[in-house]
């Protein structure tokens, strides 16, 4: 059990943010400077936000409070070769309108819910910059729609108390802490030899992969980029099994394609069934907890459900299953023969 400080929520910062290029709309009426810089601030911010940088604005806004991650370890501590099998045992108290994944087709994606954010301020700050009152109105009134959005998602997606009339929660992150466990429990019945194994299960996750971003801070010292791979289970048992191709709140970054490549050829070994949009149709996510891996510089491959395919609240404990078993054969896979 590792304590890391973490930033509790993700919507104040945003919020804020928002909030200041609607101000900076209205102030851009009497003073194209001051509208121009504000503006800018909050287009730089947000992209910040958005995009898992420094994240300065919460820093600012908010004070860190305790998170905690939960770390193990199996196979040989010694070896040279090194698996993070990861998941986040985050769970909302009841589902967020705007947090269902949408299918078109065979395509897999998400709407793209965070654009208007930076968009709206890049209005502001344009507009108010080239005296231009059209763009910078448009965005104002975008950023107060956004700054509107952002505050009801929080309030949408924060545990309610129980009333007995409520939606039993779904998985969520609890179903990648089942496979950790019944992976942990087979390799513990056959031994890995000369593969290092940690498990982790992030706090914080809905802060914005807040547990993730410490542990991938504190341990990539110990972690060889050219020996290293994270395989992370997204909120498995909710739909169909997926192998996400790419993510980002903004713009697409891919996963690794060449550790991708092995994890959907473990899935076909063990006859499991793997959906892998490959190079076409992608899942666009917020974040998840291979993103911050990504972002560090490691192979990353990351196994998410597709929309709800069982009424929420109940579980497809048979896709957890196949989860767990891909996991293991993946494991066994980076083992030296």
Not at 116 to 128: M, R, T
Not at 238 to 244: D, H, I, N, T, Y
Not at 266 to 277: D, I, M, N, R, S
Request: charge should be positive; proline fraction near 7%; glycine fraction near 12%.
């Amino acid at each position: 059990m590792e304590e890391v400080p973490a930033y509790p929520s993700y919507a104040l910062p945003l919020w804020a943010l928002a909030a200041l290029a609607t101000a900076a709309g209205l102030l851009g009426a009497r003073s194209r400077l001051l509208g121009a810089l504000a503006g800018a601030v909050a287009t730089v911010g947000l992209v910040d936000e958005l995009a898992h940088g420094r994240r300065l604005a919460r820093a600012a806004l908010a004070r860190r409070r305790t998170a905690c991650n939960v770390v193990a370890g199996l196979g040989d501590p010694n070896a040279r070769r090194t698996l993070v099998v990861t998941a986040h045992h985050t769970s909302s108290g009841r589902p967020s309108r705007f947090g269902r994944r949408w299918l078109f087709g065979r395509d897999v994606r998400t709407l793209p819910v965070w654009w208007p954010l930076p968009l709206g301020a890049l209005l502001v700050a344009a507009g108010a910059a080239t005296g231009h009152s059209g763009a910078r109105r448009s965005g104002t009134v975008v950023s107060a729609l956004a700054s509107t959005f952002i505050a009801y998602l929080d309030a949408d997606a924060r545990p309610s108390r129980p009333t007995g009339r409520d939606v039993p929660p779904g998985v969520g992150g609890l179903g990648g802490v089942a496979v950790l466990v019944a992976f942990a429990e087979s390799v513990r019945r056959r031994p890995l030899h000369g593969l290092r194994v940690v498990l982790l299960s992030a706090g914080a996750a809905h802060g914005g992969q807040e547990g993730a971003r410490a542990f991938a801070r504190d341990r990539s010292p110990g972690l060889a980029r050219g020996t290293t791979w994270f395989l992370d289970l997204d909120e498995p048992g909710a739909g169909e099994l997926v192998l996400l191709g790419a993510e980002g709140a903004l713009w697409p970054v891919r996963h690794d394609g060449t550790f991708g490549e092995l994890v959907a050829r473990c899935a076909v070994e063990q006859g499991v069934a793997l959906y892998t949009p490959g190079r076409g149709p992608v899942l666009r996510a917020t974040a998840t907890v291979a993103s911050v891996a990504r972002g560090h510089g490691y192979p990353t491959a990351c196994l998410v459900s597709t929309p709800p395919l069982v009424p929420y609240g109940q579980v497809a404990y048979g896709q957890m299953a196949d989860a767990a078993q891909v996991a293991e054969a993946v494991a066994r896979a980076l083992t030296p023969h």
